[in-house]
């Protein structure tokens, strides 16, 4: 079975803190695809990243960073000096083989970043 | 670049109207989604296509019809409103090239059922 769980359902932090937003998947794929996508205040979904099972590198995009570790099956995804334009609510996805192209989305985290 | 556009951002039924919500998009992508997000529930998939002429059932697909006659076009219709309709709806679509393509969204359409 196909699942994605983000157990953090909000979080709070003070703006220039580091926050790490915490992603954990179950698949029977070899391979398959992990996502992280951005809901800001206004509603719209916004991909941040895509990452294949056979890339274990960690990703680091300006204050953003990923962290893809198959032996825990996790793939957690750091903010590095939030801003307040961090806050937003965060999906992580999978998807693979067995599910054609759909995506499995947890239910996300919601982050605010107090100025 | 339009990408994903839907269509209305906001509307509200009484129950047991009928609404079409539209949906297109300008990626030339084969592949098209309707989602609804409930509070607290993320995502769930209501019907897919994989290419013109071609829909399939998601996990929650009862009481929504959808059609795909052309590439770009992907209206989701919502024949007796129902209160447990009210949530966002998200349209979205991505490449036909297998898992792990990224899917694009619209910016969504909010449905209020009373």
């Known amino acids: 079975a196909q699942k994605v769980t983000q157990a953090q359902t909000e979080i709070s932090v003070v703006e220039k803190e580091d926050v790490t937003l915490d992603c954990v998947y179950e698949?029977?794929?070899?391979?398959?695809?992990l996502f992280w996508y951005k809901q800001p205040p206004s509603g719209e979904l916004v991909f941040l990243i895509r990452?294949?099972?056979?890339?274990?590198q960690n990703e680091i995009s300006g204050r953003y960073s990923w962290n893809f570790q198959k032996s825990t099956s996790s793939f957690n995804f750091t903010i590095t000096a939030s801003q307040v334009v961090d806050s937003a609510v965060y999906f992580c996805?999978?998807?693979?083989?067995?599910?054609?192209?759909?995506?499995?989305f947890g239910t996300g985290t919601s982050l605010t970043v107090i100025p | 670049n339009a990408g994903v556009t839907q269509t209305p951002k906001f509307r509200i039924l009484k129950i047991g109207q009928s609404m079409t919500l539209q949906c297109t998009q300008d990626?030339?992508?084969?592949?098209m989604y309707w989602y609804r997000q409930d509070p607290g529930m993320g995502l769930k998939l209501i019907y897919y296509?994989?290419?013109?002429?071609?829909?399939d059932k998601g996990e929650v697909p009862n009481g929504y019809n959808v059609s795909r006659s052309t590439t770009e076009d992907f209206p989701l219709r919502l024949e007796l409103a129902a209160p447990s309709q009210t949530s966002v709806y998200f349209c979205?679509?991505?490449?036909?090239?297998?898992?792990?393509?990224?899917?694009?969204f619209g910016e969504g359409s909010w449905l209020t059922v009373v």
């Open positions: 979205a679509s991505s490449y036909s090239t297998g898992a792990g393509n990224t899917i694009y």
């Open positions: 698949t029977r794929d070899t391979t398959y695809y």
């Open positions: 990452r294949n099972s056979f890339d274990e």
């Open positions: 996805a999978l998807s693979g083989p067995n599910t054609g192209n759909q995506f499995y």
């Open positions: 990626m030339n992508h084969n592949y």
């Open positions: 296509s994989v290419g013109a002429g071609i829909t």
